[in-house]
């Protein structure tokens, strides 16, 4: 589950990026304005999914405290994304973007249960 969410990330960085090299190279503020975020939100996205292979390295070990933690801060690396298009008031979030950053968090969740649940198993017995 953990690489799918490295997948949803990386997927998520490459839409980034494609989005960014198709914003009109012009001297115009909005412009320059949403390459900046589109720059900054493919940059989380590169947190995300480092955090998320931190957490691979985490459960290898049974670190279960610190996979908990990579993969609570992968899940927060989206809101930095969200948080950059609200500063613009001609700039909407894309619903394209909303979906993916549901998505990835849904994911974030799932692998969080589990390490929740091998914690609980490791503390048991």
């Known amino acids: 589950m953990v690489n799918i969410g ?10 980034l990026s494609s989005q ?12 320059t304005n949403m390459k900046n975020v589109y720059k900054l939100c493919a940059s989380k996205y590169t947190y995300a999914n480092d955090s998320l292979k931190s957490t691979l390295q985490d459960l290898s070990m049974e670190n279960y405290d610190y996979a908990s933690m990579h993969v609570m801060a992968a899940s927060d ?3 930095a994304c969200h948080n950059a298009f609200k500063r613009y008031r001609d700039m909407d979030y894309p619903t394209v973007l909303k979906v993916r950053e549901d998505g990835f968090k849904h994911i974030c969740a799932v692998v969080l249960g589990i390490v929740d649940q091998l914690y609980s198993i490791d503390n048991h017995f």
């Open 6 to 15: 490295i997948a949803n990330a990386s997927d998520t960085y490459a839409y």
């Open 20 to 31: 960014h090299s198709q914003v009109p190279k012009s001297s115009g503020t909005s412009d």
């Open 77 to 79: 690396y989206p809101n």
